[in-house]
């Protein structure tokens, strides 16, 4: 191209007087709004002047960018104020993040905020510092977040079923609290639930128990309480329906008190055998019975019950029995779990551990060289119906024992050289049974009561007195034992006896000595299968 074009120089010198004003307008205008902080941008826009003709493009262009996009270069180093386009005047979400804990409870939010956070280090830091405020900045903190709510107990509420069906034989009285009662009382109306359809759009299974009438679903609850009373309590576990009947209906629980299953009528308030296990004759009842209210110490008659020939037991333990509800007792339900009663599908074992000194084998008086023995042994105690009971001391485990401890086993086979696994048995004792404080059961009678009604036998009720042979024919062991319960509030009860008193009788020399029980424990019943009902 020709460079001595006069047009192409005029051009090109008119286009650069173009630009320059341009420039100046620009630039004034920009020096007019300068602020402080655009003084390196202004510097920087000046400078693009002087920039040689081959870059003005360039420099005109960044500087057209820089002018219509503002920029803030005096703020904080705050990144949540770093917004080109904010202009809230807030504190940052997190002010209170800077604010540091004064108080105990303050340090307590803060570490638990921090562990929330995954900073395991300060929130250990601050949990100490917590701690050290004040030891009971946890339980300040629960009460603060996690307050206990109080429910007010109303016992008339308002929305209570206004019917309960058979209520005649309804109750709940007994170890219910008010909140239980409400519950129960909830279940009135409840029925057997069905199960659900195996699969969506099916018919659900049929459940013919859900179609029961109460009546009828009374009966076999009481069916079921009789062949066996801790199934029927586990019938409580189904639903709400079972639940409520077999908590509120006193007909059953009534009639298993007053049978022989496992309620009062099996227990024995007076001697019903001899204690080989003969029956009474009338003579011999009264004769026992006379000498069961006087002390140990004073009894010197009771061989003359021993060789009784045998006969039907006395008809006094097969009576009709009364239970009449009381303030202690206020339900037939709280009657048979808390009053004394003996259990026939178990037994009663105690076992007992005490060291003892050993002798020394090395001729030295070093007393790091004598052994100490653990002496370990076990009493068991089994009851049946009619009245009598085995005792035996062994020291072979419960589990090789309680299913050999019967009758059948008593005295047969039963030498030294025996290997059978019943010879365990050759060491046990006949006896017999019986309970105090509750001859107020048994019919009125001119031999059980005084004229006035008051009962000839004061002992406290639930004391059990056991009579056995001893270890020679000469011999007879009484025990005195109480029944208590063991365990957690709502367990089993009457479920241990615990040792009153041990005495050995000479029948020869007429002399009574004491057992001083100082390494005998209590005893704890075990059920046992194979015992069944303990018929």
């Known amino acids: 191209m020709d460079t001595n074009n006069p047009d192409l120089e005029n051009f090109r010198k008119q286009w650069q007087e173009e630009v320059t004003a341009r420039l100046k307008g620009k630039e004034r205008a920009l020096n007019n709004t300068k602020t402080p902080g655009l003084s390196e941008r202004a510097e920087h826009s000046t400078a693009a002047v002087a920039l040689p003709h081959s870059t003005v493009h360039k420099d005109e262009l960044e500087l057209v960018d820089g002018i219509s996009t503002q920029a803030y270069h005096d703020l904080d180093d705050n990144e949540n104020e770093r917004r080109l386009d904010s202009d809230r005047t807030d504190p940052p979400a997190n002010s209170h993040e800077s604010k540091e804990p004064t108080t105990a409870l303050e340090h307590y939010e803060k570490a638990i905020e921090r562990e929330d956070q995954g900073n395991l280090g300060d929130s250990l830091k601050l949990y100490r510092q917590a701690f050290r405020l004040d030891a009971g900045v946890d339980r300040i903190y629960k009460n603060k977040h996690y307050p206990t709510k109080i429910k007010p107990i109303n016992p008339n509420p308002s929305n209570a079923p206004a019917t309960v069906p058979n209520t005649a034989h309804h109750s709940l009285d007994g170890p219910f609290n008010s909140s239980m009662s409400q519950l129960i009382a909830s279940f009135s109306t409840s029925t057997v639930p069905v199960a659900s359809p195996p699969a969506e759009g099916s018919p659900s299974p049929p ?247 008051e009962p000839k036998n004061s002992a406290p009720e639930g004391d059990l007195h056991i009579e056995t042979e001893g270890v020679d024919p000469k011999y007879m062991f009484k025990m005195h034992l109480s029944l208590r319960s063991a365990g957690q509030a709502g367990g ?16 020869l020399t007429d002399d009574w000595a004491a057992f001083t029980l100082r390494n005998d424990r209590a005893f704890f019943w075990s059920r046992v299968k194979s015992y069944g009902m303990g018929w």
């Open 492 to 507: 089993t009860r009457n479920n241990k006896l615990v040792w009153r008193g041990f005495w050995s009788y000479n029948r």
């Open 207 to 453: 459940c013919p128990i859900a179609h029961i009438p109460s009546e009828i679903l009374t009966e076999v609850l009481l069916r079921t309480a009789i062949a066996d009373i801790a199934s029927f309590a586990r019938l409580s576990r189904v639903c709400k329906r079972l639940a409520y009947l077999v908590a509120t209906e006193d007909r059953i629980w009534e009639r298993i008190c007053h049978g022989i299953e496992c309620g009062f009528a099996a227990m024995h308030y007076a001697w019903a055998t001899t204690i080989t296990g003969h029956a009474l004759s009338d003579d011999a009842f009264e004769a026992s019975e006379d000498l069961a209210s006087t002390d140990p110490l004073d009894i010197s008659a009771l061989s003359l019950t021993d060789n009784i020939p045998s006969g039907t037991i006395h008809p006094l333990t097969h009576f009709p029995i009364s239970l009449p509800l009381t303030p202690t007792y206020p339900s037939y339900r709280t009657m048979l779990r808390t009053r004394p009663r003996i259990r026939f599908n178990g037994c009663y074992i105690s076992t007992v551990n005490y060291h003892r000194p050993g002798a020394s084998s090395a001729p030295s008086n070093a007393t790091y060289t004598s052994p100490v023995h653990i002496v370990t042994y076990y009493r068991y105690l089994r009851f049946f119906r009619d009245g009598t009971c085995l005792s035996l001391l062994t020291t072979t485990e419960p589990a090789d024992v309680v299913h050999h401890l019967t009758k059948e086993n008593l005295h047969t086979h039963h030498n030294r050289e025996s290997m059978l696994s019943s010879a365990v048995m050759r060491h046990a004792l006949r006896g017999r049974w019986k309970l105090s404080g509750s001859l107020d059961l048994l019919p009125c009678s001119p031999r059980v009561s005084e004229p006035m009604g």
